[in-house]
């Protein structure tokens, strides 16, 4: 039996606060196989966004291990982390990062640019990702050009363009309205039926009811963790009444 893509064992974060020590993370211990669609569920402070930076390698823990893909990565260099999420991982985040005086295209080739893909290639593979989005006719827009939800589906591009084992997504419809979150929504579950393994994290169960798995936290510790029947975001999209005329 295949390992576990992503493996913690007691996972824990601390951090220092003046003379005080508070626990982010006390002994999570959560076993995440490839091709799941997880979302990562609790309240402000709970601990979940701690967790989505611990497993994207964007943070160290303080205890317990953590292996991706088998690969023991809690104690690796800053170095070795950076290569790690180059290679293994796609970001979304709230609110995009994407470079304001740059073109769709030009925002999903970076991280090729920093893996030192050729520059054909690197055209190439951006053009298929923005294709794969949605946005191939959007390729030379700046951000400013593009609504919000084109702006994240650029961002989902670029995190796909390295082909990566995993997508990380950190509240990805939280500066969207519902049609727009359900139309991502959507997309995320394309690319999950493609194979891709998704963690999301949210505090909306609307969004989460698109997953197939549901981990909950509170006080940095795991408090729910099952399997759902995750609704039909495509469906869901389409019972929607159409937006009024401008």
């Given at each position: 039996?295949?390992?576990p893509l992503i493996e913690t064992r007691d996972l824990a974060k601390?951090?220092?606060?003046?003379?005080?020590?508070?626990?982010?993370?006390?002994?999570?211990?959560?076993?995440?196989?490839?091709?799941?669609?997880?979302?990562?569920?609790?309240?402000?402070?709970?601990?979940?966004?701690?967790?989505?930076?611990?497993?994207?390698?964007?943070?160290?823990?303080?205890?317990?291990?953590?292996?991706?893909?088998?690969?023991?990565?809690?104690?690796?260099?800053?170095?070795?982390?950076?290569?790690?999420?180059?290679?293994?991982?796609?970001?979304?985040?709230?609110?995009?990062?994407?470079?304001?005086?740059?073109?769709?295209?030009?925002?999903?080739?970076?991280?090729?640019?920093?893996?030192?893909?050729?520059?054909?290639?690197?055209?190439?593979?951006?053009?298929?990702?923005?294709?794969?989005?949605?946005?191939?006719?959007?390729?030379?827009?700046?951000?400013?050009?593009?609504?919000?939800?084109?702006?994240?589906?650029?961002?989902?591009?670029?995190?796909?363009?390295?082909?990566?084992?995993?997508?990380?997504?950190?509240?990805?419809?939280?500066?969207?309205?519902?049609?727009?979150?359900?139309?991502?929504?959507?997309?995320?579950?394309?690319?999950?039926?493609?194979?891709?393994?998704?963690?999301?994290?949210?505090?909306?169960?609307?969004?989460?009811?698109?997953?197939?798995?549901?981990?909950?936290?509170?006080?940095?510790?795991?408090?729910?963790?099952?399997?759902?029947?995750?609704?039909?975001?495509?469906?869901?999209?389409?019972?929607?009444?159409?937006?009024?005329?401008?």
């Open positions: 039996m295949p390992a601390t951090y220092r606060m003046g003379d005080q020590t508070v626990a982010a993370l006390r002994a999570v211990s959560v076993a995440i196989d490839a091709g799941e669609f997880v979302a990562v569920m609790g309240p402000s402070g709970s601990g979940k966004s701690t967790f989505m930076n611990l497993i994207g390698c964007l943070d160290t823990p303080s205890g317990g291990s953590y292996r991706l893909a088998g690969e023991e990565v809690s104690h690796l260099s800053a170095d070795a982390l950076a290569a790690i999420r180059n290679r293994r991982i796609g970001f979304v985040f709230q609110q995009f990062n994407l470079l304001a005086r740059t073109s769709a295209l030009d925002n999903v080739e970076l991280p090729l640019l920093y893996a030192g893909v050729p520059a054909q290639e690197r055209h190439e593979r951006a053009r298929r990702r923005l294709a794969q989005v949605g946005l191939e006719d959007r390729a030379h827009h700046l951000p400013s050009q593009l609504s919000g939800g084109q702006q994240q589906r650029v961002a989902i591009a670029r995190a796909l363009a390295n082909d990566p084992l995993l997508m990380l997504a950190d509240e990805p419809t939280g500066a969207l309205d519902t049609r727009t979150s359900f139309e991502l929504m959507a997309l995320f579950q394309s690319l999950n039926r493609d194979g891709m393994t998704v963690v999301i994290v949210t505090h909306e169960p609307d969004i989460a009811r698109f997953a197939r798995r549901v981990v909950g936290f509170r006080d940095g510790r795991v408090v729910e963790d099952r399997p759902i029947e995750p609704e039909d975001a495509a469906a869901r999209l389409a019972a929607l009444p159409e937006p009024a005329a401008a």
